[in-house]
């Protein structure tokens, strides 16, 4: 027990040694961690500073780059915008080369048109004024006539086609018209614008025609050439007056007219005679045929002794025919309305008793107004063809007939040149035409050869 004791008195004692030793250690320990804790106070704050100064650093480099980024940006929008700046501006540049290029090409195109149209015109005219100055050469030719009446004929013409709606070309056909009818230089110049009036008061188309009609009625009654603006006058009237037209007409007093002359009736007797005739169903044709046919009759000794018992004379001063006008009325009085046809018959005979006894069952009356008419015609066609011409439709033709005149005017100024640049061309043409035929043999030999 006693050893019990102690051994526990000796563990307690090393126990408690032990535990001494330990609290010694930890007071070393402690001491040393306090000397450690000095330090590492110290090195933390160094460590401290330094993460500061990094800290500093990073956000001097954060800002710096920021800077950076914002410069960049900008840089990327300055570039950007001069890039589209240069963009637009080449499009821009792109634009103007081409719409230059454009309108260049433009301007060409239609300058060549420009040219093409007025070389067109160019030629036109020259052909137009040619065409005009060949038919002025045949009224020249046909008339004889000098190089001074030839101009004041061209010139008349031409006036003609600038105031009328007929060419100036056409003026020259019915001058040719008027020369071979055997008119002279004066007289065509001083009724050519009556063949135009007549024409356009009598809706003509074509001078010739006109001019033709008038020669042929004022040469077939034996009438003066100097008085066709008189003649014209009276058949314009006349037509217009009746149921005739200027193509009737014409051949009414191509049948009756010789007859008529030959006799002694005045053109105005015979164009009332051919109204009333006309008026009364009697074709044209036919008009002029009975009433040749009952002029020659009234002529006849028979015609004389038949109307010398009804107390009638037919023979007026100088043993010519009385006018018809008052054979009819004479006749009307002397014979009863019922009798008249059978008298008339048996004077004439039937074929020949058509004619009077049309104007008969007329009555003088029909013929006397139709006188009336012919005396107050004086400037009828004048006045109607001034009428016909102050229209819409016939300004326009007008205005194409001063086109003419323009064109003939612009002719006259290049035909000289292209009549000598006409003449190389044919004669170049002649002489490699020439050329070919010499050579014919020599190349159908070489092509034989060939094949």
Do not use: C
Not at 168 to 192: C, F, P, W, Y
Not at 290 to 296: D, G, S
């Amino acid at each position: 027990m006693a050893l019990k004791d102690t051994k526990v008195g000796e563990a307690h004692v090393d126990i408690v040694a032990n535990l001494s030793g330990l609290k010694a250690d930890l007071a070393k320990v402690k001491s040393q961690m306090g000397s450690i804790g000095g330090s590492a106070g110290g090195l933390a704050m160094k460590l401290t500073a330094v993460f500061t100064g990094i800290g500093a650093a990073f956000a001097i480099f954060s800002a710096v780059l920021s800077v950076l980024k914002g410069i960049m940006r900008l840089l990327e929008k300055i570039v950007t915008f001069v890039i589209d700046v240069l963009k637009a501006a080449f499009n821009i540049l792109k634009n103007i080369i081409t719409g230059v290029f454009n309108a260049i090409i433009a301007g060409a195109k239609a300058a060549f048109r420009a040219m093409e149209r007025f070389g067109g015109f160019l030629y036109k005219s020259i052909r137009i004024a040619s065409d005009f100055r060949h038919e002025m050469k045949l009224v020249g030719v046909i008339l004889q006539a000098n190089a001074a009446d030839q101009k004041r004929l061209s010139e008349a013409a031409l006036e003609l086609g600038k105031k009328t709606e007929f060419m100036a070309s056409q003026a020259a056909q019915a001058m040719q018209s008027m020369a071979r009818a055997g008119l002279d230089v004066n007289t065509i110049l001083k009724e050519t614008g009556t063949v135009l009036d007549f024409a356009t008061a009598m809706n003509i188309p074509e001078l010739s025609t006109s001019a033709e009609l008038l020669l042929g009625i004022t040469r077939g009654m034996g009438i003066e050439l100097k008085y066709l603006g008189g003649v014209a006058d009276l058949m314009g009237m006349i037509v217009n007056s009746s149921m005739m037209d200027t193509t009737m007409l014409g051949e009414a007093f191509k049948n009756v007219a010789p007859v008529a002359n030959a006799l002694g009736q005045d053109i105005r007797e015979v164009a009332a005679a051919l109204g009333v005739l006309a008026n009364n169903a009697d074709t044209a044709s036919l008009a002029g045929t009975h009433l040749r046919m009952t002029l020659i009759e009234l002529a006849s000794p028979k015609a004389d002794a038949a109307f010398a018992k009804l107390g009638i004379t037919l023979r007026g001063a100088g043993n010519q025919l009385k006018p018809l006008s008052e054979v009819i009325k004479e006749f009307n009085a002397a014979v009863p309305a019922a009798e008249r046809a059978d008298k008339a018959f048996e004077i004439f005979g039937k074929r020949s008793a058509v004619g009077f006894v049309l104007l008969m069952q007329a009555g003088h009356s029909a013929m006397d107004e139709m006188l009336k008419k012919m005396k107050g015609s004086q400037g009828y066609i004048q006045i109607a063809a001034a009428t016909m011409r102050a229209t819409v439709e016939r300004s326009f033709d007008i205005l194409g007939s001063s086109w003419e005149a323009f064109q003939i005017a612009i002719g006259d100024i290049f035909g000289p040149a292209t009549l000598g640049v006409n003449t190389f061309l044919s004669d170049t043409i002649n002489l490699l035409t020439h050329f070919v035929k010499e050579w014919t043999p020599w190349m159908q030999t070489q092509i034989k050869s060939f094949f």
